[in-house]
């Protein structure tokens, strides 16, 4: 008689078994796409989208393959450089929200302009969603300024227009921040975050700090992660195993793997790929409506 007893599972088997089980609890997963960003140029990856019509072409492509929001910037299409013009964002939003079912989340960073007129014009489209960075941070080469009063003069803005801000979380004080506008009531609860982890002089990318984020938020919250650079795809996995949500694109990491240039689509695959293998379904753009609680109409 054999004494090995019965043949042991494999790594894969136990993992896949676990996490099916998991996540049958869990919401389906929203993947976000940042297709261009302020940074990268064609030079450094000649897929960057640029102008309006190469944006919108993205944003096409990227719902087909699995997105369910597009984080928008706009470009100078004669210099690559950031642009606050009003104008560009508009033909960008027009031609998403012609052309595809996305949430429209607009970016209110301030690579292309600081103040707060520059920042808030772009509110007055009235997207679903609007990223909403709630402090201060270093960036490589410069400072990301975010004073308290520039903070919740934006975040009145949203509410007044009924845009749900997307809590931009660079570092773990920005949460309780965010905290703060919702005892205010300069933000509507439930709220949802983006933790943006990897950039240097801002949180690291690692799986204890991911837990602590996570577990720093409202129960009731949702989450979303943006790895940047090679932490995109390993924030992203441990993003889908937690119940969290995955944001990749060419404004965070521009190479799909080392010495290889991404394409926006082929990140989206990607992480579409990586969900459906790990057990946990994709969520179409109506469905991440519903997860992340969003609302339409002015505030009273």
Same mark, same amino acid.
């Given at each position: ?68 929001v597009i984080h928008i910037h706009a470009r100078n299409p004669k210099d690559e450089s950031p642009s606050p013009d009003y104008h560009l964002f508009e033909e960008i939003y027009g031609g998403l929200k012609e052309k595809t079912n996305l949430i429209l989340q607009i970016s209110t960073g301030g690579r292309a302009g600081m103040t707060y007129d520059k920042r808030a014009e772009r509110l007055k ?78 949180? =690291? %990318? $690692?799986?204890?700090? #991911? !837990? ?12 979303? @992660? *943006? ?33 290889? =240039? %991404? $394409?926006?689509?082929? #990140? !989206? ?12 379904? @994709? *969520? ?17």
């Amino acid at each position: 008689m054999s004494r090995e007893g019965p043949p042991k599972p494999s790594l894969r088997s136990l993992v896949l078994g676990c996490s099916n089980e998991v996540f049958r609890k869990m919401e389906k997963l929203v993947i976000t796409v940042a297709p261009t960003g302020s940074v990268p140029k064609k030079s450094i990856n000649p897929h960057v989208p640029i102008t309006p019509e190469e944006i919108i072409g993205e944003g096409v492509r990227c719902e087909a393959a699995g997105a369910a929001v597009i984080h928008i910037h706009a470009r100078n299409p004669k210099d690559e450089s950031p642009s606050p013009d009003y104008h560009l964002f508009e033909e960008i939003y027009g031609g998403l929200k012609e052309k595809t079912n996305l949430i429209l989340q607009i970016s209110t960073g301030g690579r292309a302009g600081m103040t707060y007129d520059k920042r808030a014009e772009r509110l007055k489209l009235r997207p679903e969603m609007a990223s909403l960075t709630t402090g201060s941070v270093n960036f490589p080469d410069s400072i990301y300024e975010n004073s308290p009063s520039l903070i919740e003069a934006l975040a009145k803005d949203m509410l007044a227009y009924g845009i749900k801000p997307e809590m931009e979380i660079f570092d773990t004080s920005m949460i309780a921040n965010a905290l703060d506008l919702a005892r205010k009531k300069l933000a509507l609860t439930p709220l949802h975050f983006d933790f943006v982890m990897g950039l240097k002089g801002a949180i =690291p %990318a $690692t799986i204890e700090n #991911l !837990v602590h984020l996570r577990s720093s938020i409202p129960s009731d919250a949702t989450w979303t @992660v *943006a790895g940047v650079g090679p932490s995109q795809l390993t924030m992203g996995v441990h993003s889908i195993l937690m119940g969290g949500h995955v944001r990749v694109g060419l404004e965070d990491n521009v190479y799909y793997r080392r010495g290889e =240039p %991404a $394409t926006n689509v082929r #990140l !989206v695959e990607r992480i579409v790929r990586l969900a459906a293998e790990l057990g946990r379904d @994709v *969520a179409t753009p109506d469905e991440a409506r519903r997860i992340m609680n969003l609302r339409r109409g002015t505030a009273s």
